[in-house]
């Protein structure tokens, strides 16, 4: 006697037969790779919350270089009554006069000086609020309570000021970041649409040459919009352009090298050295002076500090101390450049190495 299946029956195949296929889909899906890719993107967001909170949370200065100009005894004392503040905000230092004190903000070698007033009791601070409007905010604040304690006055003087549509003077910062992100995000879309490990030198040579037109025009679009259009930055139009050309050449190379020697995960580790560690030690919200000591460490070796120190410089201080910095920027693309191509010759030699033996015709 025959047995029909009832509906239950068939119901239940079906479901058993949907729930074995949703499991396999889920198989397939969660391979060992992108679990680790996840657990990677993980840990990228909690660096990144660590690194930005850690940074910026609690800005305060520490050891800022500083200048006195006092005659006579008046100036040492000055400089020790300075170097003994709580917590050690400022380096002081005596200058000669108020000429060389003036001169060495503009060439960056100190963010502030005081000008003792031998006859009478108001003295003058110079500060350059274009290097950072919350250092020189700061700096008013420091001295003109080491001032009142000494039942003196300060006035202050601008010896940089930032432009009135530069509020806070961030717009080199946020221009040094937009370059940045057009670097490292340009190399990684020629990593999705081709393969991260570029498959010969010649395809490697295309991305870098793609990277540096690229580069030329994202450069003259940011200083274009910073300047004529928006009269955010002053500051040649031309030194910006070629900043920003080297900034996004050398964030662009320097993740094309990580892709070519990391594959995929190096978009990520392009993301760690820029964003994550870059951004915030670059000196934007907060000059080098207020960040803590790592991010103060290694903000000025990273693309966005380095580009951050030179767009101010141009912008405010007439391109003063910009050596190092341009150093640090070509270095990155440099390095960028050649790893990427080692990258894509030698697997290539290891090929033909291996194949060699087996094109030999045999003795």
Not at 130 to 133: A, I, S
């Given at each position: 006697m025959s047995h029909t299946p009832g509906p239950g029956t068939r119901s239940g195949r079906r479901s058993g037969t949907r729930s074995g296929s949703f499991l396999g889909e889920v198989k397939d899906a969660v391979t060992p790779?992108?679990?680790l890719l996840v657990?990677?993107?993980i840990a990228l967001q909690l660096l990144f919350i660590a690194s930005y909170v850690g940074a910026l949370h609690d800005p305060r200065p520490k050891d800022v270089p500083f200048g006195v100009v006092a005659p006579g005894a008046a100036a040492g004392r000055t400089v020790d009554r300075l170097e003994r503040l709580p917590g050690s905000p400022l380096d002081p230092r005596t200058v000669a006069d108020e000429a060389s004190a003036r001169r060495q903000i503009m060439n960056r070698e100190i963010d502030g000086a005081l000008i003792m007033n031998p006859e009478g009791g108001r003295d003058t601070l110079l500060v350059a609020s274009?290097?950072?409007?919350v250092l020189a905010t700061t700096l008013e604040g420091i001295v003109g309570k080491a001032e009142q304690a000494e039942r003196r006055t300060v006035r202050v003087?601008?010896?940089a000021p930032a432009s009135p549509h530069d509020f806070d003077g961030l717009s080199s910062f946020y221009l040094v970041v937009g370059w940045c992100v057009g670097g490292y995000l340009c190399a990684s879309i020629l990593a999705i649409s081709t393969g991260a490990r570029p498959a010969n030198p010649r395809r490697a040579a295309i991305?870098?040459?793609v990277m540096a037109l690229v580069a030329i025009a994202g450069g003259l679009g940011g200083a274009?919009?910073?300047?004529?259009?928006?009269g955010a930055l002053p500051g040649s139009v031309v030194d910006l352009w070629g900043l920003g050309a080297l900034i996004t050449f050398a964030v662009g190379a320097a993740?094309?090298?990580l892709q070519g020697v990391f594959g995929i995960v190096g978009i990520g580790l392009a993301i760690l050295l820029v964003v994550i560690a870059g951004n915030p030690s670059a000196g934007g919200a907060f000059p080098l002076p207020m960040l803590p000591p790592f991010w103060k460490a290694i903000g000025p070796w990273?693309?966005?500090g380095a580009g951050t120190w030179t767009a101010r410089s141009i912008a405010y201080f007439k391109g003063n101390d910009v050596t190092a910095s341009l150093l640090v920027l070509w270095a990155w693309a440099v390095a960028g450049t050649v790893i990427t191509m080692l990258a894509a010759v030698l697997p290539r030699r290891g090929r033909q190495e291996t194949e060699l033996p087996s094109a030999t015709p045999a003795d």
């Open positions: 790779r992108a679990t657990l990677g993107v274009g290097g950072g409007t003087v601008d010896t991305r870098l040459i274009v919009i910073v300047g004529p259009i928006l993740t094309l090298a990273l693309p966005p």
